[in-house]
């Protein structure tokens, strides 16, 4: 079982700074692909950001420049930077990993999701 656990969301002022963390547990063998996902009310969930085991970096053109993701292989976590923070940033982030367990399965497996809230 694996399971992925969000942490960092909360209420800034717009132009503020906030950084997520997701961090992976369980039987995990490798870790290949990150992602972080957003989901406004009413809104379907977007992609935010990937990073992939070889640090290759893909980002919604709506945050480049402003978020910045990055990973912590030994410690299974994945990061998110949110910098200038704007109002339209406000959602419900989830990551995601694409993971091999230690049974050599593929498996791809989502967070419980964190709150971020912008204010103007």
């Known amino acids: 079982q694996v399971q992925l656990v969000e942490s960092g969301g909360g209420l800034v002022q717009a132009g503020g700074s906030l950084r997520l963390s997701c961090a992976a547990s369980?039987?995990?063998?490798?870790?290949?692909?990150w992602g972080w996902y957003r989901q406004a009310p009413g809104q379907q969930r977007e992609l935010v950001a990937t990073?992939?085991?070889?640090?290759?970096?893909n980002y919604a053109d709506s945050v480049k420049g402003r978020f910045t993701i990055s990973r912590d292989n030994a410690k299974n976590t994945v990061f998110l930077q949110m910098n200038s923070l704007k109002p339209e940033d406000s959602a419900v982030y989830y990551c995601?990993?694409?993971?091999?367990?230690?049974?050599?399965?593929?498996?791809?497996?989502w967070g419980q999701g964190t709150l971020v809230t912008v204010s103007s």
């Open positions: 990073i992939t085991s070889g640090l290759s970096t």
């Open positions: 995601n990993a694409d993971l091999r367990t230690i049974f050599l399965a593929s498996l791809e497996v």
């Open positions: 369980g039987s995990i063998f490798s870790i290949d692909t």
